[in-house]
């Protein structure tokens, strides 16, 4: 008995439903081809492969007075003096920020004006010109004191005392840093929702108690990765000190480069890698700290470096797997 025409179909042309489902799983999606993803991706792999190799061979980089220098006892020394210097002013200069910020947002004018005028006067100063200022301070005041203004004063310090290499470093990078940290917490506090603060109103908790609690913890979400860039820029701005006399790792390596100028470019190189691990480290604490207050805001977290390392090796292998398959 002959079939009707069209009846016998061909497994190409049959409809998806009426293939066998065994032989439907053997079937493989092929992935679009993208031969100018390629293309691209072995043009910056020769432009990578070619600035390294400059960088090996190239005898004017002297990567042998590199490995003398990079482990010295003097820059090593300067390097804790930047470590020093950074630490000290990153903390101060986030919590003059911080009161900055409350006073930016509070309800006296008198304080609105004053934060104001501090946030605008220092960012509007160059560093290194407060830092010289602050350096030549004893020349406009030999004491400080506290007292009654235009009346006596209570306490007298010696200004000479107090004002160390260090201790002009600090401050003048803690008054600078407090200037653009107060904008970075205040526009933190300004991204939490509005009824974020009417609903902690209405449940009727003290205002200290709602700002530790319910608003700073959710201004951080915004707040930290802005003020790690801050704390980036910091880190570089401590090779200003250098100007102030204190010996830090830029002085140091400036310092060195003065006795022995022939190795300048190797200095350089020590001074630019230290930097380079200085502000990695700061990147990677500040991913793991905006993970941690991702938690509740994301579904999911972001993962690990570690976990995407490893979610890409499973990647290849199953893309391997199946091509050698078809």
């Known amino acids: 008995m002959s079939e009707p025409p069209g009846a016998a179909l061909s497994l190409a042309e049959a409809p998806s439903s009426d293939i066998p489902s065994e032989q439907r799983t053997a079937q493989h999606v092929q992935p679009l081809r993208r031969p100018g ?18 960088l090996v061979t190239n005898p004017f980089y002297q990567w042998d007075r590199f490995r003398y220098w990079f482990l010295r006892p003097t820059v090593l020394d300067g390097l804790g003096v930047t470590l020093e210097v ?14 900055l910020a409350l006073a930016r947002v509070s309800a006296s004018p008198v304080l609105r004006a004053v934060s104001w005028t501090y946030t605008w ?35 007298t310090f010696d200004e000479s005392k107090l004002a160390t290499d260090l201790a002009i470093a600090v401050v003048g990078l803690s008054l600078n840093e407090a200037a653009y940290a107060a904008e970075v917490v205040r526009g933190g506090l300004l991204s939490v929702d509005q009824g974020q603060h009417e609903a902690a109103a209405a449940l009727g908790l003290p205002k200290g108690y709602r700002f530790r609690r319910i608003v ?10 802005n003020y790690v860039n801050q704390l980036i ?56 700290v905006e993970r941690y207050y991702a938690r509740g805001a994301t ?11 490893r979610a890409g090796l499973t990647d290849l292998r199953a893309r391997l797997r199946r091509e050698a398959a078809v």
Do not use: E
Request: charged share 5%; no cysteine; hydrophobic share 55%.
């Open 86 to 99: 950074a630490a000290l002013s990153a903390v101060l200069g986030l919590a003059g920020g911080i009161l």
């Open 233 to 288: 820029g910091l880190v570089k701005s401590t090779s200003l000190v250098f100007y102030v006399s204190l010996l830090d790792l830029f002085g140091s390596v400036q310092s060195m480069g003065n006795t022995y100028p022939g190795d300048i470019v190797p200095l350089l190189l020590v001074a630019t890698v230290w930097y380079l691990i200085l502000t990695s480290v700061v990147s990677v604490v500040q991913f793991y």
């Open 299 to 309: 579904r999911t977290l972001p993962p690990t470096p570690f976990q995407k390392a």
């Open 216 to 225: 700073f913890p959710q201004a951080l979400r915004s707040i930290t990765p």
């Open 121 to 155: 006067l220092f960012r509007s100063i160059p560093l290194i010109v407060v830092l010289i200022f602050l350096y030549n301070f004893g020349a406009l005041y030999r004491t400080l004191s506290l007292g009654v203004p235009f009346g006596p004063a209570f306490v």
């Open 37 to 54: 993803r390629w293309i691209l991706t072995a043009i910056v792999l020769v432009l990578v492969a070619q600035i390294l190799h400059g």
